[in-house]
Nanobody
Framework: QVQLVDSGGGLVQAGGSLRLSCAAS????????MGWYRQAPGKQRELVAA???????NYADSVKGRFTISRDNAKNTVFLQMSSLKPEDTAVYYC?????????????????WGQGTQVTVSS
Protein backbone atom coordinates (compact mmCIF):
# COMPACT_ATOMS: atom_id res chain seq x y z
CA GLN A 1 0.00 0.00 0.00
CA VAL A 2 2.29 2.72 1.33
CA GLN A 3 5.91 2.42 2.36
CA LEU A 4 8.32 4.85 4.02
CA VAL A 5 12.04 4.25 3.67
CA ASP A 6 14.39 6.35 5.75
CA SER A 7 18.14 6.60 5.39
CA GLY A 8 21.18 8.73 6.11
CA GLY A 9 22.08 7.75 9.63
CA GLY A 10 25.57 6.88 10.75
CA LEU A 11 28.40 7.57 13.14
CA VAL A 12 29.65 11.13 13.46
CA GLN A 13 31.79 13.07 15.89
CA ALA A 14 30.30 15.73 18.12
CA GLY A 15 29.93 18.97 16.20
CA GLY A 16 29.44 17.14 12.93
CA SER A 17 26.47 16.97 10.58
CA LEU A 18 24.19 14.36 9.05
CA ARG A 19 21.27 14.54 6.66
CA LEU A 20 18.41 12.10 6.99
CA SER A 21 16.00 11.35 4.16
CA CYS A 22 12.66 9.60 4.10
CA ALA A 23 10.80 8.74 0.91
CA ALA A 24 7.17 7.68 0.79
CA SER A 25 5.88 5.50 -2.03
CA UNK A 26 2.78 3.58 -2.97
CA UNK A 27 -0.86 4.50 -3.43
CA UNK A 28 -0.61 8.03 -2.08
CA UNK A 29 -3.44 10.46 -2.64
CA UNK A 30 -2.08 13.15 -0.38
CA UNK A 31 0.55 13.61 2.33
CA UNK A 32 -0.38 15.96 5.14
CA UNK A 33 2.26 16.48 7.80
CA MET A 34 5.56 14.62 7.92
CA GLY A 35 8.34 14.52 10.45
CA TRP A 36 10.85 12.73 12.58
CA TYR A 37 10.79 11.10 15.99
CA ARG A 38 13.74 9.62 17.80
CA GLN A 39 14.21 7.06 20.53
CA ALA A 40 17.32 6.70 22.63
CA PRO A 41 18.02 3.56 24.69
CA GLY A 42 15.88 3.49 27.80
CA LYS A 43 13.93 6.59 26.80
CA GLN A 44 10.55 7.27 25.29
CA ARG A 45 10.16 8.15 21.65
CA GLU A 46 10.11 11.94 21.24
CA LEU A 47 9.14 14.26 18.43
CA VAL A 48 12.16 15.95 16.88
CA ALA A 49 10.66 17.98 14.06
CA ALA A 50 7.53 18.16 11.93
CA UNK A 51 6.48 19.95 8.76
CA UNK A 52 3.01 20.54 7.36
CA UNK A 53 1.92 20.44 3.74
CA UNK A 54 2.22 24.24 3.71
CA UNK A 55 5.78 24.06 5.10
CA UNK A 56 5.00 25.21 8.64
CA UNK A 57 7.58 23.65 10.92
CA ASN A 58 7.83 22.63 14.55
CA TYR A 59 10.94 21.59 16.49
CA ALA A 60 11.78 20.13 19.85
CA ASP A 61 13.46 22.73 22.04
CA SER A 62 16.56 20.55 22.25
CA VAL A 63 17.21 20.77 18.49
CA LYS A 64 16.10 24.30 17.65
CA GLY A 65 18.79 26.19 15.80
CA ARG A 66 20.69 22.98 14.98
CA PHE A 67 18.24 20.86 12.95
CA THR A 68 16.27 21.87 9.87
CA ILE A 69 13.34 19.93 8.44
CA SER A 70 12.27 20.28 4.83
CA ARG A 71 10.24 18.37 2.26
CA ASP A 72 10.10 17.80 -1.47
CA ASN A 73 6.43 17.32 -2.30
CA ALA A 74 7.14 16.23 -5.87
CA LYS A 75 9.18 13.31 -4.53
CA ASN A 76 7.12 12.64 -1.38
CA THR A 77 10.30 13.02 0.62
CA VAL A 78 11.14 14.66 3.93
CA PHE A 79 14.63 15.61 5.05
CA LEU A 80 16.25 16.36 8.38
CA GLN A 81 19.49 18.32 8.23
CA MET A 82 21.27 17.88 11.54
CA SER A 83 24.19 20.13 12.46
CA SER A 84 26.25 20.74 15.59
CA LEU A 85 25.41 17.24 16.69
CA LYS A 86 25.81 16.30 20.33
CA PRO A 87 26.23 12.90 21.99
CA GLU A 88 22.73 13.30 23.43
CA ASP A 89 21.36 13.28 19.87
CA THR A 90 22.31 9.60 19.66
CA ALA A 91 19.14 7.61 18.95
CA VAL A 92 17.22 5.70 16.33
CA TYR A 93 15.42 8.24 14.16
CA TYR A 94 12.05 7.33 12.68
CA CYS A 95 10.28 9.28 10.00
CA UNK A 96 6.52 9.38 9.80
CA UNK A 97 3.92 10.71 7.41
CA UNK A 98 0.21 11.38 7.73
CA UNK A 99 -1.12 10.03 4.44
CA UNK A 100 -4.43 9.69 2.67
CA UNK A 101 -4.20 6.43 0.74
CA UNK A 102 -5.66 6.49 -2.75
CA UNK A 103 -9.21 5.17 -2.76
CA UNK A 104 -9.79 5.69 0.97
CA UNK A 105 -13.45 6.49 1.63
CA UNK A 106 -14.04 9.87 3.28
CA UNK A 107 -10.33 10.73 2.77
CA UNK A 108 -9.36 9.67 6.27
CA UNK A 109 -5.59 9.80 6.78
CA UNK A 110 -3.32 7.28 8.48
CA UNK A 111 0.12 7.53 10.00
CA UNK A 112 2.87 5.49 8.39
CA TRP A 113 6.37 4.95 9.78
CA GLY A 114 9.81 4.35 8.41
CA GLN A 115 11.93 1.47 9.67
CA GLY A 116 14.31 3.72 11.59
CA THR A 117 17.89 4.80 11.05
CA GLN A 118 20.59 4.84 13.72
CA VAL A 119 22.40 8.08 14.51
CA THR A 120 25.40 7.82 16.81
CA VAL A 121 27.33 10.89 17.92
CA SER A 122 30.67 10.27 19.60
CA SER A 123 32.20 12.70 22.06
Amino acid sequence: QVQLVDSGGGLVQAGGSLRLSCAASGYIFRINHMGWYRQAPGKQRELVAAITSSDDTNYADSVKGRFTISRDNAKNTVFLQMSSLKPEDTAVYYCYADIIVTGTPTFVSRTFWGQGTQVTVSS
